[in-house]
């Protein structure tokens, strides 16, 4: 059975396509347009302290997944956005990433790569420095186990992060890795897709806006962005008045 976000997402097409046939009198009306959907229910986030991410990048150091774990955290990168990846989509003398595509298993397909499903999702990102150095040492290691692989290595798509024979990367695979690795770090076991919450909500402890946010993560919208982080924005809004109390020299 469909998500309750897929269905809603499914049911704004529709609901489009019949607003279009309206206009062109191909139907007499939208029928979609009075269907009462129930609200999606989001995940609670349960972001890394950044004590706790710190020591999950120690333990992941040691792993051959290290840079999956530093692109998703250090850049926000969804599991599927991350495994997608192509050296193609990565300008390493620029310092800039391209996000295009996404690995998702397809029902009776196997491991596909697919495109984003809205143009905010594509996007391109400037690498921080450390992060460009990291993808440097892995691509000389990707390179390593290609020679070591011989015939065998097999990576049509030129995949940033592969297996040792270059195939795609089980995405199930690469949760239980993450999970043995917050185990072994000594902190919580969060979803892998809360390094990206973990990202975003470092990133506002640092005083970054919402809308760089929006762009660094690929939301549709600020509105979404702003509603995923909610819980975490009163705080930073009150550390930011008192720096304005502050510079006005006081209020009383």
Known sequence: MP???????LHALLRAAL??????DLVLRNVAKNVQLGTVERPEIQALTLDEAKQFLRQARKGRFYAVYAVALGVGLRRGEALGLRWDDVDLDNGVLRVRQALQRQKGEGLKLVPLKTQRSRRTIRLPENLVKVLKEHRAEQAAERLAAGSAWNNPHGLVFTTHIGTAIEPENIYRHFRAVCDAAAIRRVRLHDLRHTCATILLAQGVDTRT??????????VLTMNTYAHVLPEHQATALDKLEKALGGLA
Do not use: D, N, P
Not at 19 to 24: D, G
């Open 19 to 24: 607003a279009q046939a309206v206009r062109e």
């Open 3 to 9: 998500s309750s976000r897929t269905v809603q997402y």
């Open 213 to 222: 946010i929006m762009e660094i993560l690929g939301h549709s919208t600020i």
